[in-house]
């Protein structure tokens, strides 16, 4: 596709259960993000990957988040023991890298209850 | 840590008239400035974007925003607004330390009148 793509759109899930949330960026990007938006607020930083490594995962607010990215292209974020804190947008956006445009998927909303 | 604040949740503006958003922010190093534009049912979109040489930058729909460092700000103005700019706008800074992680503000809601 032309843009970011992020499955599934919606996810409901119930407390305690693990979920993984795919991005697919866009050809060639080498750079990847994670955001996550609650409810009223900007987006925040989760982590950063250049090719394969996550190159700032400072991010991630706890253990229970891990991202990954295997061959430099798609990325899956999962959440074990979900909470329902957790619930939000999940915004995955990627570029060429350096400080060239990041393009922004739409987001999968992840609804713990 | 950088910090980015948008005094304004919503801003109520009638068509053909002018408007400023307002952006400063917080940092203790260098920073690169950002506005990102979010239209109904769309995805975050860069607007305009400040890294570095002339601090009034501007973009290709009639956006303009002035980086001044003295006063931390980094406002998002247009002479003369259109229905069509009805969207969410963000503003994000990040360090120049390399790191790529955007910090951003909560958002103001330009509603655009007839």
């Known amino acids: 596709g032309a843009g970011v793509s992020q499955t599934p759109s919606n996810k409901v899930t119930e407390k305690g259960k693990y979920v993984e949330l795919r991005c697919d960026p866009i050809s060639g990007h080498t750079a990847l993000y994670w955001y996550r938006q609650s409810l009223g607020q900007g987006p925040e930083f989760l982590i950063y990957?250049?090719?394969?490594?996550?190159?700032?995962d400072s991010g991630l607010p706890n253990d229970r988040f891990f991202a990954v990215r295997p061959e430099g292209s798609v990325s899956t974020l999962k959440i074990q023991r979900t909470e329902r804190g957790d619930s939000a947008v999940y915004l995955c956006?990627?570029?060429?890298?350096?400080?060239?445009?990041?393009?922004f998927g739409q987001g999968t909303r992840l609804t713990v209850v | 840590a950088q910090s980015v604040t948008q005094l304004d949740s919503q801003v109520p503006v009638f068509e053909e008239a002018p408007v400023e958003l307002r952006c400063n922010y917080s940092?203790?190093?260098?920073?690169?400035l950002f506005w990102y534009v979010q239209y109904p049912n769309q995805g975050l979109q860069l607007l305009l974007k400040?890294?570095?040489?002339?601090?009034l930058v501007e973009s290709i729909n009639g956006f303009e925003a002035e980086f001044n460092k003295s006063q931390t700000s980094f406002h998002l103005r247009k002479p003369s607004v259109h229905i069509s700019d009805t969207a969410e706008y963000f503003c994000?800074?990040?360090?120049?330390?390399?790191?790529?992680?955007?910090?951003f503000g909560s958002g103001t809601r330009l509603q655009v009148q007839p």
């Open positions: 940092s203790s190093v260098s920073v690169y």
């Open positions: 994000a800074v990040s360090a120049d330390t390399g790191r790529r992680a955007l910090t």
């Open positions: 990957f250049q090719g394969t490594g996550a190159a700032d």
């Open positions: 956006a990627s570029s060429l890298g350096g400080w060239t445009e990041a393009f």
């Open positions: 400040y890294l570095s040489g002339s601090t």
